[in-house]
C-alpha cells in the first residue's frame, strides 16, 4: 500500500479493528473507546463469533483475548492466519515468554497484557498500523541472501524455492536484517524501523519475535543464522558451511 492510500484511508476512517473479547465490561470499553477514535470496530464475545465476523468484515486489526469460552485464543489466531494478513495483537494476562511464543507461533504480530491502559493499547496499534507506511521495509526490490529469497511486493520469501511461511511481522523483521547482512542491528534500532515504535522500553518484543524468527530460519534456511550479540543487538549472517 501506497504511503499516500495509506493517507486517505485513515481520513476516512476506514481502519477496521475486530475485538474479540468475552469479558462484556472490557468489550464494551474498547469498542467505545476505539469508536471514539474513528475507527470501525466489530466485537464478538467467542471465538467462532470471531471467525465469523473476520471472514465477513476482513478486519486490518485483530484485538484477541485468549480465554475465551469456546476455543483457545490460539486457536482463533492460527485459523486466522490461514486466510488473513491482518494485525492480530493478543490481549493477554499471561505474559510469560513461553505464552508469548506459543501466540507468535500461531501467527500473532504482538501482545499486551492485562492490565493495561487504553492510551497504550492505542499506541501499539497505531504503531503496528505504521507497518504499511514503512516504505523501506515493505516495498522494494526483491532481496537474495544465501539461499534465501524475500519479494517486499508478495511478502513471500523462500528458500531453495520452498516457502518459509513467515507471518507479516517475520517477514519485516528478516528483511530488515536482510538488507544489512553481517551488521549488527540494535534492539531499539529494530524496534522502530519494524514496528514503528517510537521510543524504548518495549525491547522484549523484538526478543521473543527473533527467538521465533531464529527458530523458523533453523528449521527451514539453515544457511541463515541470527546472531545475538550481548547487550548490542542481532546480526544476521551466512553460515560458511552452506557458502
Excluded at 481502519?15 to 466485537?43: A, H, K, P
Excluded at 533453523?218 to 552452506?242: I, K, N, Q
Aim: glycine share 6%; charged share 30%.
Amino acid at each position: 500500500m501506497k504511503e499516500d492510500e495509506w493517507v486517505k484511508r485513515m481520513d476516512r476512517g476506514a481502519i477496521t479493528i475486530l475485538v474479540v473479547e468475552d469479558e462484556e465490561n472490557i468489550r464494551f470499553s474498547l469498542v467505545s473507546g476505539l469508536r471514539r477514535e474513528g475507527y470501525q470496530v466489530f466485537e464478538a464475545a467467542s471465538g467462532q463469533e470471531a471467525l465469523e465476523l473476520a471472514q465477513c468484515h476482513d478486519p486490518d486489526v485483530v484485538l484477541l483475548d485468549l480465554m475465551l469460552p469456546d476455543m483457545p485464543g490460539l486457536d482463533v489466531s492460527r485459523q486466522l492466519r490461514r486466510s488473513s494478513q491482518a494485525t492480530i495483537i493478543m490481549v493477554t494476562a499471561r505474559d510469560g515468554e513461553s505464552d508469548v511464543i506459543a501466540g507468535l507461533e500461531m501467527g500473532a504480530d504482538d501482545y499486551v497484557t492485562k492490565p493495561f491502559s487504553f492510551s497504550v493499547l492505542l499506541a501499539r496499534i497505531r504503531a503496528n498500523l505504521r507497518r504499511y507506511e514503512n516504505v523501506e521495509v515493505a516495498h522494494g526490490e526483491v532481496v537474495q541472501v544465501g539461499s534465501v529469497r524475500l519479494d517486499p511486493a508478495s511478502y513471500e520469501a523462500s528458500f531453495d524455492g520452498k516457502s518459509l511461511s513467515l507471518t507479516p511481522r517475520l517477514f519485516q523483521l528478516l528483511l530488515f536484517l536482510a538488507r544489512r547482512v553481517g551488521r549488527v542491528c540494535t534492539r531499539d534500532e529494530l524496534l522502530n524501523a519494524v514496528w514503528g515504535y517510537d521510543y524504548s522500553g518495549e525491547t522484549r518484543t523484538v526478543d521473543v519475535h527473533v527467538h521465533w524468527l531464529r527458530e523458523k530460519l533453523h528449521a527451514g534456511a539453515p544457511d541463515l543464522v541470527l546472531e545475538t550479540v550481548r547487550g548490542v543487538g542481532y546480526r544476521l549472517v551466512v553460515s560458511e558451511e552452506w557458502n
